[in-house]
């Protein structure tokens, strides 16, 4: 499956962002699929996951209750609600995709097969 983040930008502390993922490819809803992000001079890190169905969820603690993810797989795309953002969500935000990820290695890049182009998200202070 081929992916292609959207719908970052540069906003202000506090504000919400939602990003999209479009993917390409009638087996999408086969795939697990996750929101990482990398931040200048820090190692790519995992944000959100979410399971073929949509039926489970996970985070990063430092997201939890501020960022949601969600799929639509008549649409063949997953999306990334982010409120309530701090300066310390700026970064460059990937969707990634797998088939059946081990609930052990949700959170772990190395698990995940194909990667989208990544989106800035700039937020000012």
């Known amino acids: 499956v081929q992916l292609q983040a959207s719908g970052g930008g540069l906003v202000q502390t506090g504000d919400s962002l939602r990003l999209s993922c479009a993917a390409s490819?009638?087996?999408?809803?086969?795939?697990?699929m996750g929101w990482f992000r990398q931040a200048p001079g820090k190692e790519r890190e995992f944000v959100a996951a979410?399971?073929?169905?949509?039926?489970?969820?996970y985070y990063a603690d430092s997201v939890k209750d501020r960022f949601t993810i969600s799929r639509d797989n008549g649409k063949t795309a997953v999306y990334l609600q982010m409120n309530s953002l701090k300066a310390e969500d700026t970064a460059v935000y990937y969707c990634?995709?797998?088939?059946?990820?081990?609930?052990?290695?949700?959170?772990?890049?190395?698990?995940?097969?194909?990667w989208g182009q990544g989106t800035q998200v700039t937020v000012s202070s």
């Open positions: 990634a995709s797998s088939r059946t990820i081990i609930v052990s290695s949700i959170r772990n890049p190395d698990a995940y097969s194909s």
């Open positions: 490819g009638r087996t999408f809803s086969s795939y697990d």
């Open positions: 979410i399971r073929t169905s949509g039926g489970s969820t």
